[in-house]
């Protein structure tokens, strides 16, 4: 508790000593921008039943964050750096995340961005086909504000531009696994209960950067765009040491190449988007072995319209067609759950705001008709004034199953509350 | 030129309204009242070939409670009646970097984009104009960047004087998808900009008024630097000032890409 204090104490400090800077440092300060935010966020399980772990209890996150944000313009470039320092309330110590340090310059009609940065590419709406980038489902499903679904990716991207095409090359030398939730906060489904696990990363070799290229550009008012991905799947397929009684799990990530499409734009009264991918299991295309995912086709088609005043209503419908499915089930082990050949997901948005936007009300609902499993997430946000805003948000899993994506995180009901102060 | 004509075909018209006399030849007194309309939106929403404003909108309730936003308008004419706004929130601190696009069209739903500087984010933002508050003040995305003049039936109702100005008042009943049922504007008879605007919805109550506060000239252009909306209802107004408005300034359409979103321009946002 005394630590919280004296963490937040510093943070605000440092938030109202700014306009006190020195006259030299404010000249200099002319292109600088310095903003950044103050934050507590904490999420309580409601199912009232504790994981046994180290860092199991009734909170399934707890923290107060600072966040600093410092942009530097000039005539050749753009420097821009965002530091979140922050203290974990469940494991209890200080810490700081890079969350962007990035440097842009432009060249004629292209630029370049080194550094740490967010990349969000497609069209779905907390569905992924063509967005590889890594995700970190763990803040996602305790309820955090939605940018900490992304995982900052260390990469180099130049963006080149002509007439009325746009492109965008990635490559990041650094992979970063998708982070899931930890098992020491989440129950979960663990085909391998009290197995010890280790992860086995893509070595940092020059043939193992990631690359990604997106083409793009707006044509008869749709945004369309073509994708190519080459580096790794993100989320681990598990080794085991032996099939019967292993001792020794491995996570790894076999290679993946994804093609992909996509394009979305006004029709219907509202905006339609769709999107296709296909996921290229490079080190399995036989769908053989039962540790890599197989190859499969994705496809995603997106529609929202305003109903009303203020209210939005948005649907998608997405699928997963997976090649090889005999093959699959072949040599799936025995007493293992199996995926179904062609998995399917709906998604609900309701947006409603009220008092001049101030107040929003919201409601996102995952459903599989294929898994039989869901995911809630109501959400409340006032604006108290400019500065400062208070949230609900609500993460509500369940299904028939206790091995499905969703349908495993059913004793992690939770609600979480967000209180910001922006500056 | 154009102006000159209008303005003489506005003083038949007063005539012919004054003296109860017959229409104009070859023209109906309807249409007349949709080109002066027309003049009004040209001179309301189309001045230039191209506007950067700073625009300072305070939003206040009945209670006295204020919000602000203030954002840089980038604003170019196309070909055939089309626009495109590049509108970058300065503030408040929970937008700041935000950046919302709109290619507007004549008698066609616009294209809106949203660019979320925390998720460097580009989104397709599904809206209708006529029915939504643009950023939570009381002005809709119409009252900001006009509505389609063919959208109503307009009729001059009479001339009156508004303070020291002269102006027409047009009565504006909905064809098309609106927030009001009918809508009263008090048009300058020289600068064709509204001075005044009344909002009436389906039982006939005023609900909704606009107000022209301030009115400058810009580089020979007569621009409406201070305006407010009242929600005569809830009490709520939102007033905006024009800053450092400057037209013809050559944005080019490089400027208004997905590109561009995710890297907003320095040199047009200061």
Do not use: C
């Not at chain 1, 046994?52 to 923290?63: I, V």
């Not at chain 1, 440097?103 to 292209?110: E, F, L, N, Q, R």
């Not at chain 1, 990469?155 to 990635?170: F, H, N, P, T, Y």
């Not at chain 2, 189309?46 to 625009?55: C, E, F, Q």
């Amino acid at each position: 508790m005394l630590g919280r204090v004296i963490f937040l104490s510093f943070a605000f400090f440092i938030v109202h000593a700014l306009p006190l800077t020195p006259y030299p440092l404010r000249a200099l300060a002319d292109d600088l921008s310095l903003h950044g935010f103050l934050q507590a966020n904490y999420s309580a399980r409601l199912t009232g039943l504790q994981p046994p772990t180290s860092e199991g209890g009734d909170f399934l996150f707890g923290e107060e964050r600072f966040q600093l944000r410092l942009d530097k313009s000039g005539e050749k470039g753009r420097l821009f750096i965002r530091t979140d320092f922050f203290h974990d309330a469940i494991a209890n110590r200080p810490d700081l995340e890079v969350r962007e340090a990035y440097v842009d310059t432009s060249m004629g009609g292209s630029d370049v961005r080194v550094g740490r940065q967010l990349l969000i590419w497609g069209t779905g709406d907390y569905l992924f086909i063509n967005d590889i980038f890594a995700k970190d489902w763990g803040a996602f499903f305790s309820g955090r504000p939605v940018e900490y679904l992304r995982v900052p990716q260390d990469a180099a991207k130049l963006d080149l531009s002509a007439g009325w095409i746009s492109a965008e090359i990635v490559a990041m030398p650094f992979f970063q696994a998708d982070k899931l939730p930890s098992r020491d906060r989440f129950y979960q489904f663990d085909p391998f209960p009290g197995v010890a696990r280790s992860t086995q990363q893509p070595a940092m070799e020059f043939q193992n950067t990631e690359l990604a290229a997106r083409v793009y550009g707006t044509t008869w008012g749709f945004d369309t765009a073509l994708y190519l991905y080459r580096g790794f799947f993100h989320m681990p397929g598990l080794e085991a040491d032996r099939m019967i009684a292993p001792t020794q799990i491995a996570e790894r990530f076999p290679r993946l190449a994804v093609y992909g499409a996509s394009t979305r734009g006004n029709a219907l009264g509202g905006v339609v988007s769709t999107e296709v991918g296909y996921y290229d299991s490079l080190a399995d295309h036989a769908g053989r072995d039962p540790i890599i995912p197989n190859s499969s086709f994705r496809y995603l088609a997106g529609y929202q319209r305003q109903l009303w005043e203020d209210f939005t209503l948005g649907l998608q419908y997405y699928g997963e067609i997976m090649m090889q499915y005999d093959v699959y089930r072949a040599s799936a082990p025995s007493g293992f759950p199996v995926q179904d050949q062609h998995r399917q997901l709906m998604t609900l948005r309701l947006t409603q705001l009220f008092w001049n936007q101030t107040l929003r009300v919201g409601l996102f609902a995952f459903y599989s008709p294929t898994d039989q499993d869901y995911y809630l997430i109501p959400e409340i946000r006032y604006s108290i004034s400019d500065n400062l805003w208070v949230s609900a948000t609500g993460n509500i899993f369940g299904g028939r199953r206790t091995t499905t994506f969703f349908g495993q995180f059913g004793a992690n009901d939770n609600l979480a509350v967000t209180v910001r102060y922006e500056f | 030129m154009m102006e000159r004509v209008l303005l003489v075909v506005l003083a038949v018209i007063v005539v012919a309204q004054e003296g109860g006399q017959a229409p104009l030849r070859g023209a109906s007194p309807l249409e007349d009242a949709a080109s002066l309309v027309r003049q009004s939106q040209e001179a309301f929403h189309r001045a230039g070939t191209d506007l950067k404003a700073r625009v300072k909108m305070t939003l206040l309730t009945k209670e006295g409670q204020q919000r602000l936003r203030d954002l840089m308008m980038l604003r170019k004419n196309e070909a055939g009646g089309n626009q495109r706004y590049f509108l970058y929130f300065h503030g408040p601190a929970d937008v700041r970097g935000t950046v919302l696009m709109v290619y507007k069209y004549p008698n066609q739903e616009d294209d809106r984009w949203l660019f979320i500087p925390a998720l460097n984010l580009v989104q397709r933002v599904a809206a209708r104009d006529s029915r939504s508050s643009f950023v939570g003040s009381d002005f809709s995305y119409e009252d900001i960047s006009g509505r389609d003049v063919e959208a109503d039936t307009h009729t001059v109702l009479r001339t009156e004087a508004l303070g020291s100005r002269q102006t027409v008042v047009i009565e504006s009943v909905p064809t098309r998808e609106a927030d009001y049922a009918k809508k009263l504007s008090w048009i300058d008879q020289v600068t064709f900009l509204p001075l005044k605007e009344e909002y009436y919805d389906v039982q006939g109550a005023l609900y909704k008024a606009f107000t022209a506060d301030e009115i400058r000239d810009v580089q020979g252009l007569p621009t409406i630097t201070k305006r407010t909306m009242t929600n005569v209802k809830t009490g709520h107004k939102t007033e905006v000032v024009f800053e450092s408005v400057a037209y013809n300034v050559g944005l080019g359409d490089d400027i208004f890409t997905e590109r561009t979103l995710r890297r907003p321009p320095e040199k047009w946002l200061k």
